[in-house]
């Protein structure tokens, strides 16, 4: 790959999640300064990109890959998409609600195309792309930084910053290389993942699917209302702190590939289980004050929820499924997590929130116990029913 395509790949990924980093953790904080959103409507709100993560698959698989080259409709998608982070600002919470679901519907299609597009140009798809994505996380972590440090997080400044580097994305799309739409080979079911059922056939396969979805209620609680939680008790540059989480996420990778085969995928994901728990004991407990250091915890611990859980299930995933429906089985395991699980989740924890608001205020201990004892149901579940040989998954 050539320096300048490299180049060209890494400022795409770098302002590809510079945008949704830009936006998305302080929304719930945004939310409930101007719009004096409840819990609910915070939660229907996240609701929304779940909701576009299930049906983007359709979009790209049955509309992107097969008439149009993929960087001029990244570049469509979000030239349009700015001008929706724009609008967002102008609503009341109904008309908010709307304009994030149209907006997330235009940009989670883009994940998938930049990825295409990277892969595209890559000789050594397995070392060049982790060298690649690492600048999204970087974008990621700027973005969160540069938030805190303008102390914006609660202002709409937030969505022109993302609106700024969409258009800025949306112009660079036209300008990276040429990756033509694929031939017509994708139908309804095979977008969806449904050739992957055939994977439920073995239990702990299905054991693990399901506690995956499970996951992903307890992980809504922290991308809806973590920094919702951090700024209502006073802490400082809140969005700034929280990019430490993607700092964690990126050291904790690099350890995936040399644990996987030795400890075994059922460690792994009861290490990640487990980390869900402690997390918001953590965030239980934790203030500004004395007890700052158990929210750096919680923080902090974001690289094992994630990684050991997430980043393990894909490769575990994969690893079951085998070349002939991997892909399949990729789009099934995202649907149902990012796309069921993150739904129910959205809309429990925006429950949750309003169960335990006291006038202006929240009782977040309540609050964060009920997703740890999620995760907790979880994890039992899991340790009692997951019964996976090493042998199978780490040869």
């Not at 990019?243 to 994901?269: D, W, Y």
Request: charged content about 10%; some cysteine.
């Amino acid at each position: 790959m050539k320096t300048k395509t490299g180049s060209l790949l890494a400022s795409m990924m770098f302002l590809e999640y510079f945008i949704w980093g830009a936006w998305y953790v302080t929304m719930g904080t945004y939310m409930t300064e101007h719009l004096h959103a409840s819990g609910m409507e915070i939660g229907a709100a996240y609701g929304a990109l779940a909701i576009a993560t299930m049906i983007s698959p359709f979009f790209v698989g049955l509309v992107a890959d097969r008439y149009f080259a993929a960087q001029k409709i990244m570049g469509v998608l979000h030239i349009i998409g700015a001008v929706l982070l724009f609008l967002a600002t102008r609503m009341e919470t109904s008309g908010f609600y709307w304009v994030v679901l149209g907006y997330a519907l235009l940009y989670m299609p883009t994940i998938a195309l930049s990825n295409s597009i990277a892969f595209s140009q890559m000789t050594d798809p397995g070392k060049q792309f982790p060298w690649i994505r690492v600048f999204g996380t970087l974008g990621w972590i700027v973005a969160g930084v540069t938030i805190g440090q303008m102390n914006i997080e609660k202002t709409a400044t937030t969505f022109y910053l993302a609106a700024s580097c969409s258009v800025l994305l949306g112009l660079l799309s036209f300008v990276l290389p040429n990756t033509p739409p694929k031939a017509a080979t994708t139908d309804a079911s095979s977008a969806l993942g449904s050739e992957a059922f055939v994977l439920f056939k073995d239990k702990p396969y299905l054991v693990f699917f399901i506690a995956a979805i499970l996951v992903c209620i307890p992980l809504s609680f922290y991308y809806g209302f973590a920094n919702t939680f951090l700024n209502e008790i006073h802490v400082a540059n809140a969005a700034s702190k929280m990019t430490l989480g993607q700092v964690s996420e990126a050291a904790f990778i690099l350890a995936i590939p040399f644990l996987f085969n030795r400890i075994g995928v059922k460690k792994m994901l009861l290490m990640g289980m487990t980390a869900w728990i402690l997390r918001y004991l953590f965030f239980a407990y934790g203030n500004a004050e004395s007890n700052n250091w158990m929210l750096y915890a919680g923080i902090l611990l974001h690289g094992i929820c994630y990684d050991f859980f997430f980043v393990t299930g894909y490769m575990y995933t994969e690893k079951k499924a085998g070349d002939k429906i991997k892909n399949a089985a990729q789009g099934l395991f995202t649907f149902a997590t990012y796309g069921v699980g993150m739904f129910i989740g959205a809309r429990y924890s925006g429950f949750t929130v309003d169960k335990y608001k006291i006038g202006t205020e929240h009782n977040w201990q309540s609050i964060w116990f009920t997703p740890a004892y999620i995760a907790l149901a979880a994890l039992i579940y899991f340790m009692l029913f997951f019964k996976e040989k090493k042998t199978q998954i780490s040869n």
